[in-house]
């Protein structure tokens, strides 16, 4: 596989998994809604902090990525993502 190819499945990868995690808050978001006690349309804080902290984490993680390497830190977030997707608290 040349490099070309391998930095396009990377960054599919990448995207796809952003899009998978916000879709899966959309649809969890009855369920915190419940568990809150609250309605679901009043659950759009949820969203709102989801939204605001990947704005915040973006910028943080380029200068981890500039001071440790690219490849270490685009495998860590991967990995703890990953994590955090298959954890359930229960």
């Known amino acids: ?36 006690h609250q309605s679901s349309l009043g659950m759009g804080i949820v969203v709102v902090s989801y939204m605001l902290t990947v704005m915040i984490l973006t910028p943080v993680c380029g200068w981890l990525a500039d001071t440790y390497g690219y490849r270490r830190i ?12 298959f954890v359930r608290l229960g």
């Not at 490099?3 to 899966?24: C, H």
């Not at 977030?77 to 997707?85: A, P, R």
């Open 1 to 36: 596989m040349n490099n070309s190819t391998w930095l396009l499945s990377i960054a599919s990868l990448t995207f796809f998994m952003q899009s998978l995690d916000t879709t899966m808050l959309y649809l969890a978001i009855p369920s915190i809604a419940e568990a809150l």
């Open 74 to 85: 685009y495998l860590l977030s991967l990995g703890l993502f990953t994590l955090g997707s």
